[in-house]
């Protein structure tokens, strides 16, 4: 395996990295006041099943963050392979409202947005928030889950889509 020999400062070398960290792509949303707010992520994990809670990630500048702060609800709408224009919209492709546009978006319990043919929808309460540089770490504690039979996330790699495809394992 080649590893890169150029001489690039600490921020730029782990960006580099992290690009190539495989992640599925979600969208974040939220309500306040009747509007609907929503945004792509690739920084959400689990944090733990007892009790059943996610992390995710979110600039600080966000427009979502004021929303998701006021109504202390968010769902996590990951996103299905052949969904990247909702992906993009969401992204920065379409500001505002307009960014629910494409996609069959259900009003759930919170009358928070989720994406009905979603990969998977985790309905969220803010547990906990923390500022850490750029970003705000959002602990959600999960309060219900919808998910699809199959397995067709899209993912993010590198800058760019990809696919996925089941290793054959060799057993001897």
């Given amino acids: 395996m080649n590893h890169s020999q150029q001489k690039l400062n600490l921020q730029e070398s782990f960006k580099q990295s992290m690009r190539r960290l495989a992640a599925s792509v979600s969208v974040i949303t939220c309500a306040h ?47 299905r392979s052949e969904h990247v224009d909702i992906s993009g919209n969401f992204g920065g492709k379409l500001r505002g409202a307009e960014r629910f546009t494409q996609g069959q978006w259900v009003l759930g319990e919170e009358q928070v947005p989720y994406l009905d043919d979603a990969q998977v929808n985790l309905f969220c309460e803010v547990e906990k928030t923390i500022a850490y540089g750029t970003h705000i770490v959002v602990i959600g504690r999960v ?29 001897g």
Avoid: H, M
Avoid at 43 to 59: F, G, K, M, Q, R
């Fill in 33 to 79: 006041e009747g509007e609907w707010f929503g945004l792509t992520a690739t920084a959400v994990t689990s944090l733990c099943a007892e009790p059943a809670s996610i992390i995710t990630c979110i600039n600080a500048s966000s427009s979502v963050l004021p929303a998701l702060n006021a109504s202390r609800y968010f769902y996590v709408n990951q996103l």
């Fill in 143 to 171: 309060k219900d889950v919808r998910f699809a039979e199959s397995v067709t996330p899209l993912i993010y790699q590198n800058g760019g889509y990809v696919s996925t495809a089941p290793l054959a394992l060799s057993v």
